[in-house]
């Protein structure tokens, strides 16, 4: 099992970047409990509704909007594990995430792809898939397997599965992946059952885990809300992760922002803990600034940085493992 370096303590040499002092930290969560009691979040699904009131939140059915109490939000915080491990199909490759320790992953998802034989720039399809696993899984540098592309050259409504097959059969890693909806999702821990050798040897070491967005701002969606419950039930690592523009779909500035993305995470990981109790999950992050010259997602800037550490030091704060993303 590897356990990496820990990055961001304050130690006695080194450096560290602490975007956020504990009384900033403080105001942001203040601020997004004021935003979960007072403005709420559209709730798409059904099912989710149901949970959100049987958990004493307000919700209108007309509207759609769930209006979630601090002590809600705050008992979900608390129940969720603060350590979380990624097991691989081979267990040299199992991985703890937890406060400071810090792992690499590659990110998803390519929309093109340059041939490594012929050199065109083209759409990729499911070879791709199988050709990018194996890399990935003989590099020592990247600790867990995502998906780095998607298959075009199948049938797309079922996409998820192909991609997932293409990755559970091709790398010894953990294994994470989008899976659509709540019915994929399931299909794939089928998947990851019939490696691990059952569904009881599948609950002892999960080989996936998924990862799921809400809309911003302050929206989840029926499939969020799908896969959030799903993975709840099954018992498997849940990312909850925001993908807020600031200047866009979230006010421009850091605080503003911040308070708008955490409140997103919030609400998803609330709904998880609301399915089961002390679920894992993961306080994940691609939040970004939208340049307002080209109204696209700026990345690899100094504001994606910054925000990008920010929501790093509210996961520590929350005592959450994270996912940041971006560069």
Do not use: W
């Amino acid at each position: 099992m590897k356990r990496n370096l820990h990055a961001g303590r304050q130690l006695g040499s080194g450096l560290s970047l602490n975007i956020l002092t504990d009384d900033e930290l403080q105001e942001i969560h203040y601020g997004t409990l004021e935003v979960l009691n007072e403005t709420g979040v559209f709730v798409e699904d059904d099912e989710a509704l149901d949970r959100f009131e049987q958990g004493g939140a307000i919700v209108d059915r007309e509207t759609r909007n769930v209006k979630i109490p601090p002590h809600m939000v705050e008992d979900a915080i608390r129940s969720a594990p603060p350590k979380v491990i990624l097991h691989g199909r081979d267990p040299k490759h199992d991985i703890v995430l937890e406060n400071t320790r810090i792992h690499f992953t590659n990110f998803s998802e390519g929309v093109m792809v340059n041939d490594p034989f012929t050199g065109e720039n083209r759409e990729p399809v499911k070879q791709d898939l199988v050709n990018s696993a194996k890399v990935i899984d003989y590099l020592p540098e990247i600790d867990f397997c995502e998906k780095a592309l998607g298959a075009h050259d199948v049938n797309q409504d079922t996409v998820p599965l192909h991609n997932a097959e293409a990755y559970l059969t091709n790398t010894t890693k953990h294994c994470a992946f989008g899976p659509g909806n709540g019915k994929f999702l399931n299909k794939i821990i089928e998947m990851g059952q019939a490696i691990a050798g059952g569904a009881k040897a599948f609950a002892k070491r999960p080989l996936v885990s998924f990862t799921t967005c809400p809309v911003s701002p302050l929206t989840l969606i029926s499939d969020c809300c799908e896969i959030i419950m799903e993975a709840a039930k099954n018992n498997v690592v849940c990312n909850i992760l925001s993908m807020a523009m600031a200047g866009g779909t979230s006010p421009v500035t850091l605080a503003g922002t911040l308070v708008n993305h955490n409140a997103e995470v919030l609400s998803g990981i609330t709904l998880a803990q609301l399915t089961r109790k002390g679920t894992p999950v993961i306080y994940g992050s691609s939040t970004t600034a939208m340049d307002l010259k080209l109204a696209s997602a700026s990345v690899g800037t100094p504001e994606c940085a910054v925000i990008s550490g920010a929501v790093a030091r509210l996961a520590r704060y929350y005592a959450l493992p994270s996912y940041v993303a971006g560069g």
